[in-house]
């Protein structure tokens, strides 16, 4: 069934958000007053009952390492509410591959990376861009998060073709904030260890967080979804990367 047309409610596509950091940003997001389009790759299941949990939310599969499934994508999220305001990209695949096995870190695996990691939060701005100018004529800018990592800043993470593309992904923020400036703001939060199915098993990094991070713990979901909240509520920031690692690199 079609929802209702809500147009006095702001609409924000959040991908990856079955899990993890994308649902907590979801669920945030939701309880600020948008409307939600949920998303992930295979999970339609869980996806479709966080929409009927949060209401004002609809859920769309696709996978964002293939482009034409990247169109729908934004073409659904806007067809759903007819606006879209915020666009957190979220989606992101990593795995651990020790830095100095270079043979292991394959050209199938940068490839990949860099792929969902970089090419899709950019072709997923570019489907946007209509919809988010759109929303600074209603008064307020559009918005893009990228969900980034500390890895992209400083010389760390689970491999390094991960680290290179979340650093390609803080470039193409930065680059993004001076082109579409001023009707879309683009920023990005960079978060250390975050409390995810995808780190469960990360045993010492977990460790280290504890014994070494000023904060001495690892971020919840959470955590990172109210720093993505504040950087939606913002009329003014762009181009920042948000460094979210609980102190970590002063240690
Ligand atoms: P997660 O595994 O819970 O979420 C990843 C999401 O990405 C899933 O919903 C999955 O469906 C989606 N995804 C992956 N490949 C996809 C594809 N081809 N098409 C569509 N969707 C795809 O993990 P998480 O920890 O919540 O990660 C979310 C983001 O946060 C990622 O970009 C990750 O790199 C970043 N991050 C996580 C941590 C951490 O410690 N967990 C730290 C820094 C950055």
Partial sequence: MKPPILADRPVALVTGSTSGIGAAVARRLSRDGFAVVLHSRRSAEAGRALAAELGHAVYVQADLADDAERTRLVGEAQAAWGRLDVLVNNAGISGVIPHADLGAAT?????????????????????????????????????????????????????????????????????????????????????????????????????????????????????????????????????????????????
């Fill in 107 to 251: 050209a199938a695996v940068w490839q990949a990376m860099h792929e969902v990691n970089v090419v899709a939060p950019f072709r997923l701005v570019a489907e946007a861009e209509g919809a988010l100018r759109a929303a600074a004529a209603r008064g307020r800018p559009g918005c893009v998060v990228n969900i980034s990592s500390h890895a992209g800043i400083r010389p760390k993470g689970a491999s390094i073709p991960y680290a290179a593309s979340k650093a390609a992904l803080n470039h193409t923020t930065r680059l993004l904030a001076l082109a579409l400036a001023p009707e879309i703001r683009v920023n990005a939060v960079a978060p250390g260890l975050v409390d995810t199915p995808l780190t469960a098993d990360w045993t010492q990094a977990h460790a280290l967080w504890r014994e070494r991070a000023p904060m001495r713990r690892g971020a919840s979901p959470e955590d990172i979804a109210e720093i993505v909240a504040m950087l939606v509520s913002s009329s003014y920031l762009t181009g920042e990367i948000v460094l979210a690692d609980g102190g970590l690199n002063l240690a």
